[in-house]
């Protein structure tokens, strides 16, 4: 593993108790940050935060994202708790299962935007105005080859992902020149939990257009993802990084 130093930095990782999430999480504290997880999933957050305690300081919040009084709370606690925020990773994120696009129900459509889309923009406004004070951020998205190909039988994950984009972009120009950079990422699928809300043939669609012939793992995200939160990313903002395999045209 290559060595990034996140020494002295409070990162707060959404949808930290399981997948791409908790990889993140426990890159950062390897490399020296302190982690603060915030999930929806109390039970797994606490397993989460008991298995990763060992790495170094973890701090574990369960917030519904899509409530803004519950991200503001949280975004207290964990300032009251470490002094500030540096980085923040938006991962979490539901698929809302499959179906074509008439036949997705209205209220699961609304669900998978809140929870990828406005989530990410509650978060975001809790925290930015703490980074902006000190002169010092990072935000990494967690968006999705989907957003940027539109997955058929996915048009509400799709659509989120493709919404998380713009917004990486449009918060990154607003930020550019005071110290706060955002950038995105968007993964080709990786076999987590996610996948328990997909169709198998919907899983296979996805494998049949990855170049590399297999899914994305964790770790590789990780790497990535905490690469976007260092010092040693200065100059990229509002960009979109692919991590696809080979899958993305552009």
């Known amino acids: 593993m290559n060595s990034i130093d996140l020494s002295g930095r409070v990162a707060v990782v959404t949808g930290g108790a399981q997948g791409i999430g908790y990889a993140v999480a426990e890159r950062m504290l390897l490399s020296g940050a302190s982690v603060v997880l915030w999930d929806v999933d109390a039970p797994l957050l606490q397993q989460a935060r008991d298995a990763l305690a060992a790495l170094g300081s973890v701090d574990a919040h369960t917030v519904e994202l899509t409530d803004e009084l519950a991200v503001e709370a949280a975004t207290g606690a964990a300032l009251r708790a ?42 975001c406004r809790a925290v930015v105005p703490h980074m902006l004070q000190r002169g010092w951020g990072r935000i990494v998205n967690i968006a999705s080859i989907a957003g940027k190909e539109g997955n058929p039988n996915a048009s509400h994950y799709s659509a989120s992902k493709a919404g998380l984009i713009a917004l990486t972009k449009s ?32 899983i296979g669609f996805m494998l049949s257009k990855i170049p590399m012939g297999r899914f994305l793992q964790v770790h590789e995200a990780a790497a990535l993802i905490a690469w976007l939160a260092s010092d040693d990313c200065s100059f990229s903002t509002g960009a979109v990084f692919d991590i696809s395999g080979g899958r993305a045209t552009y």
């Open 82 to 123: 470490h002094g500030h925020i540096d980085i923040l990773v938006n991962n979490a994120g539901i698929t809302g299962g499959n179906g074509s696009t008439w036949e997705l129900a209205p209220e699961v459509w609304r669900r998978v935007l809140e929870v990828n889309l406005v989530a990410p923009y509650l978060t």
């Open 171 to 202: 918060l990154a120009k607003e930020t550019a020149t005071r110290g706060v950079l955002v950038n995105a990422v968007t993964p080709a699928a990786a076999k987590t939990a996610i996948f328990d809300q997909m169709s198998e043939q919907h």
